[in-house]
């Protein structure tokens, strides 16, 4: 297999994809579709530096081509678009090109500087134009949170200018939204014909957006968060330093709009709009064992356009004793593309489980259980949070005589500190002490088995063990601290500028049988450092908006392919914490306000990377609501919040996605780090959803005692097994066996905090996940021999300064005579890195032309390192060392290389 060549027909069909999950909020005098012929005119710069996805490592994707919204639209020659004002944008961006911010690590601004319109130009355009079109484009990721002002959740003045200068030019105005997020809107008025939202569509979102507007593919997006008048409407705090307190609990999102402030819902949750219209009726409940049938018969009652519905329903439960959001998503489908007169008849099957609520406290008698409290619960079926036809079940309302439990569990991930929570009182908001815990949690953590006795190498190879207990006796406790050490990034012996390698990680390791398997960043595509292609997929907020599981995990085995045939285990992605607030720089990456809806979209992700032989990870596990102070930041959460809302969608990508890995967060819940939090990682995890993967920490990640809590240290990897997180990610390269990072397995073995069977509970985590991978049947690696580097010829030798052993460096560029012995050599490097907190910088190493390896590394806090960097083969004569990478010489330092036969 070839490396770095997209998957065919891949790109295709996100295409597809980001069509279906542009959402129509507002299409007034049908400005919407376009009609053949018409005359266009584009405003907005945005309309060429068209957004594919956020910023970061889930946005960092190398492709072989791009799409922008006006290229695509003059390809398709569907429409006239006005050149006077097509000129002026190019000749102004020519002037004035794309801002990244430097290319540093969460640089890039927000939006892109606007170009202040001439209204002549706009007055002649209106009087040629029968339409106009203004673009407005976002951009938010990784380390860089939106803000409440504006050029990020609000517009700017050049924005607000350029919308006044149309409108009181122009009669027929439509409005495209290009962001990775919501942004405030509540400046649309009756001048405003057409609203929708295209989201980021990934590579091919230009042609995508076009296919909607000129009527090709009908739009049948759906929001997956509430649109409010203000971002003040958000109930959630956001941003703090040290910690924040989740006190609106399960009110989030359209929970909390529904609930308390239907009046300041602008667009609703699940609402989106189409060129068609339809019809629901013969709708019926009926109870069945431990679920409730819903049918309903969708039409399209429209005369000229096909299109899809979405069908959902909401729980308005009783509040009981412990209150209710006056609305909740339990249950949805898409229809398919139905014709003009065309009928279908949908199932939705809701299990009691997605009517339960938790009780943290004991108050219904039922502590620490899921429960259906006594009373009426109605269910309401439409299409959006709004849905106006109330379910009749088996003929007559559905009542509950007393309390049900549906799964009784045990007290976990408790807050340790006081604080209030909202609860509904008379439709009003109240407030009530949040329950904090109650258990042991050192007695937890110490109810370890025996060890296996360590027997030392028997010759059993891990493919072939038919015991794994036997396996893993034959691992060393030298064997056991290094297998949970993960290497990157950029390691030279996995797929080229990936994120990481781990399991194999030393040959001897290797020998067993334990390949070394290979991580990449996702979630919209594989981020590979070294410049190598792939396909860039529509973000996370795109792939919700298409309320269609069966869509995404088709997309996603296509996915698994391309990960596949790049040698690549695991995509670190789906992200998938929920929408607390639209300020989130990382939205654009996960997928919804609901945890259903996230849930069902991240199953189907891993479902379909699995079925396409590779497999996904869960991320960021959990409470990962902010950017900025995300390393420091405390999430105080209840019980409750936690298993309905931030844990939920987890548990369904668990149960129902069947995933095989897990990414923790950088910060802590109720005190514990994620990467080291025993409830999180164990007790939930593991005991209750049986998951039975590996759970690896973020990039350099924190840590603080499993049990105690306390002060945090990347260096505490013993407490991350404890809580049995398997991977530290990441060490440098080749660091795990001369253990770089200082960790404190061997000092927690001597002392007695950690313990053999611990480590060997991890081993065997990682050692079960990789007989599961394609890494299994790789008998050599497939990178990391030397490659050979011939001399260049072309230069003369004369002047050139003569090398042995060590180059001195100093800029991106040198040439240099080497007189060593020919041979393989090892290449180390010695280099620091100023990068700011956990930003990541990298570069790619040329020698004579020829990439030898990409450096990739976070701060080094301007200290010297060394690193081993890959292996060569020389021969005695002229070699020309380069860098590329935009910081090379300012934030990222090479010192000097060594050679090393």
Not at 243 to 266: C, H, K, S
């Amino acid at each position: 297999m070839k490396i770095g060549v997209p998957l065919n027909g891949f790109a295709k069909f996100a295409r597809k994809v980001a069509a279906d999950g542009f959402t129509l909020l507002k299409n007034r005098t049908n400005f919407l579709p376009l009609i053949q012929g018409e005359k266009i005119a584009i405003f907005g710069r945005c309309q060429i530096d068209y957004y594919r996805s956020g910023t970061g490592s889930g946005g960092a994707v190398n492709t072989e081509y791009k799409t922008n919204f006006l290229t695509s639209l003059e390809e398709r020659k569907f429409v006239e678009v006005d050149q006077a004002v097509k000129n002026s944008y190019l000749n102004w961006l020519e002037l004035n090109p794309f801002d990244n911010g430097g290319g540093g690590w969460a640089a890039e601004p927000w939006c892109q500087a606007e170009m202040p319109l001439n209204e002549e130009l706009v007055k002649t355009a209106a009087l040629i134009n029968e339409k106009a079109i203004i673009v407005i484009g976002r951009t938010a990721g990784e380390d860089k949170d939106n803000v409440a002002v504006a050029g990020s959740y609000l517009l700017t003045d050049a924005e607000i200018n350029m919308i006044n200068v149309v409108k009181a030019h122009f009669k027929k105005i439509g409005i495209i939204i290009n962001v990775g997020n919501i942004i405030d809107t509540s400046w649309v008025d009756d001048k405003i014909d057409m609203l929708a939202y295209s989201w980021h569509g990934g590579q091919e979102g230009g042609n995508a957006l076009v296919d909607v507007l000129i009527g090709q593919v009908t739009p049948s997006g759906k929001l997956p968060d509430s649109i409010a008048l203000s971002i003040s409407d958000y109930p959630q705090n956001h941003g703090g330093k040290k910690e924040n307190i989740y006190e609106e609990d399960i009110y989030v999102g359209y929970r909390y709009l529904e609930t308390f402030a239907p009046d300041r819902v602008l667009y609703p949750f699940g609402y989106g709009l189409s060129y068609t219209e339809f019809d629901i009726s013969d709708i019926s409940g009926h109870v069945v064992e431990d679920r409730i049938e819903f049918q309903a018969k969708v039409t399209n009652i429209g005369k000229k356009y096909s299109g899809r519905e979405v069908i959902q329903i909401y729980l308005e439960a009783p509040q009981g004793l412990l209150g209710k959001a006056s609305r909740s998503l339990v249950g949805f489908i898409k229809t398919p593309e139905l014709e003009p007169k065309q009928s279908i008849t949908v199932e939705i099957i809701v299990p009691f489980y997605n009517l339960a609520s938790y009780d943290d406290s004991g108050i219904t008698g039922y502590k620490s259980a899921y429960i259906l409290e006594s009373g009426e619960y109605k269910f309401y079926l439409g299409n959006s949070v709004k849905a106006p036809n109330l379910v009749v079940i088996d003929g007559s309302t559905f009542w509950i005589d007393t309390t049900k439990v549906i799964e009784q569990l045990q007290e976990a991930l408790a807050p340790i500190q006081n604080f209030n929570r909202i609860k509904p009182l008379n439709g009003s908001i109240s407030y009530e002490k949040a329950p904090t815990r109650t258990i042991d949690l050192a007695e937890r953590v110490n109810n370890v088995s025996d060890a296996i006795e360590i027997t030392g190498d028997k010759g059993l190879k891990l493919k072939d063990a038919k015991s794994i207990d036997e396996f893993i006796a034959q691992l060393s406790i030298e064997d056991l601290s290094i297998i949970v050490r993960g290497e990157g990034m950029s390691h030279p012996q996995v797929t080229p500028g990936t994120a990481s390698a781990f399991g194999g990680v030393t040959e001897h390791l290797r020998s067993l049988g334990i390949p070394l398997m290979c991580t990449a960043d996702g979630p919209s595509g594989i981020r590979m450092e070294s410049g190598l292609k792939a396909t860039q997929l529509p973000i996370g907020t795109l792939l919700a908006s298409t309320w269609d599981p069966e869509l995404i995990e088709f997309l996603y085995k296509m996915e698994g392919q391309e990960l596949k045939s790049n040698y690549i285990d695991l995509l670190l992605g789906p992200g998938m914490n929920i929408h607390r607030s639209p300020l989130n720089g990382r939205n654009f990456e996960y997928f919804s306000e609901d945890p259903l809806l996230t849930g069902k979209m991240a199953a189907a992700m891993v479902r379909g990377i699995h079925k396409g032989g590779a497999e996904a990870t869960l991320k960021h596990f959990a409470c990962n609501s902010q950017e900025a102070y995300r390393h420091q930041v405390n999430s105080v959460v209840s019980e409750r919040a936690l298993r309905e809302i931030y844990l939920k969608g987890f548990e369904i990508a668990v149960k129902e996605g069947h995933a095989k890995s897990v990414m923790t967060a950088y910060n802590s819940i109720n005190g514990h780090w994620c990467a080291s939090n025993y409830d999180l990682n164990s007790t939930i995890l593991r005991d209750e959803w049986k998951f039975d993967g590996i759970v690896m920490t973020d990039w350099w990640a924190s840590m603080n005692d499993t049990i105690e809590g306390g002060p945090a240290s990347k260096k505490d990897t013993a407490d991350m097994v404890r809580s049995q997180n398997d991977l530290y990610m990441v060490v440098g390269n080749f660091g795990a066996e001369t253990n770089i990072n200082q960790d404190n397995i061997l000092e927690y073995l001597a002392n007695g905090k950690l313990t053999i069977s611990q480590l060997q509970r991890s081993a065997k985590n990682i050692c079960n996940f990789a007989k599961t991978t394609a890494a299994i049947n790789r008998d050599e690696l497939i990178f990391g021999s030397a490659q050979v580097i011939e001399p260049d010829l072309s230069i003369s030798q004369e002047g050139l300064d003569i090398i042995i052993d060590e180059l001195q460096f100093d800029g991106k560029n040198y040439t240099f005579m080497f007189d060593g012995e020919s041979g393989v050599h090892q290449l180390d490097a010695i280099f620091s890195c100023s990068a700011a907190g956990l930003f990541q910088l990298s570069c790619n190493i040329f020698l004579n032309d020829k990439i030898i390896t990409t450096i990739q590394t976070g701060n080094t806090d301007n200290k010297s390192v060394k690193r081993k960097l890959a292996e060569v083969d020389l021969k005695p004569g002229v070699y020309t060392f380069n860098c590329e990478g935009e910081s090379i010489g300012d934030k990222l330092i090479i010192e000097k290389l060594i050679f090393v036969k």
